[in-house]
């Protein structure tokens, strides 16, 4: 006697019935890139679909959004002026502050969040304050903090710390409690690799390191149980929700995290998971809506809760049609 799995397969009401897994607009978060200037809407090169846009276009780009039903969004900041601190991050005028400010006075009904990080803003390039060859962790968590303030006075709706320090979390949970934000929730870039897979982001964030890699701080790839260690203890520090980055080529440690915590999990879509698929398809090699989606339901059935990603938009278009 054998089973017969195939019966299950051959009604497509059935098939959904059957259906262990399922993508939603809700799942998504979406990244957007924001820059000093008007009537700025600049589409990066090394990803097609994805733009660097002035806070005006952003407010135009947050409506489309909400049309299709896509409430969450996270913002990275690309400012007038770089420095050794990062000081743009850390003034209540900067780049972010702005973007946030304008954003939540026009779209009130927008989930904001906000990448908290050095690296967009730092002349160097590194997620910190550098001394010879490393980003300095203990000084970083000060400025960090600072930085944290500054998101939430301007109105974000959730802190997303991406830098790979040390303490970051419990820092910045004391930091904003002691602020009176202590309904603002983390979300942690809790375990966060060392990846050639930003390649793209940082033409588009602007913050490639002007040398060396961010190997000293973010995570080296073959390392299983630091992986589950690293955000098991973001967790611990007060991490709301956990985070596995880049997604694709991780999804065994979102299976592992997943089994090793209550908390809900997002993944990060990285930009050169994404732009292999859209140069594919510019190439004419895969059906690319088909193998978007099967992307999604992976990150889902590996235990996702949440997917940041640059597909959000056209996986938002298929979901209605
Ligand atoms: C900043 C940050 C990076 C990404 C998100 N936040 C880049 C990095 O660590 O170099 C990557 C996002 C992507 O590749 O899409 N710390
Ligand atoms: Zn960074």
Known sequence: MFQR????RLNPILQRLVKETHVSVDDFIYPLFVRPGE???TEVASMPGVYQMSIDEILKECEELKKLGI????????PEVKDSVGSDALCEHGIIASSVKAIKQAHPDMFVVTDLCFCEYTDHGHCGII???TVLNDETLEISAAQAI???KAG???IAPSGMMDGIIETLREALDEGGYENLPIMSYSTKFASGYYGPFRDVAESTPSFGDRSSYQMDPANRREAIAESVEDELQGADILMVKPALAYLDIVRDIRENTTKPLAVYNVSGEYAMLKHAQAAGLIDYERVMMETMIAFKRAGADIIISYHAKEVAKLLKS
Do not use: E, P, Q, W
């Not at 799995?5 to 299950?8: A, D, G, I, V, W």
């Not at 409430?71 to 690309?78: K, R, S, T, W």
């Open 150 to 152: 500054v998101h939430a």
């Open 71 to 78: 409430y969450a969004i996270i913002l990275f900041g690309i």
């Open 5 to 8: 799995f195939r019966r299950t």
């Open 39 to 41: 009537s700025i809407k």
């Open 156 to 158: 974000a709706d959730m």
């Open 131 to 133: 001394d010879d060859n």
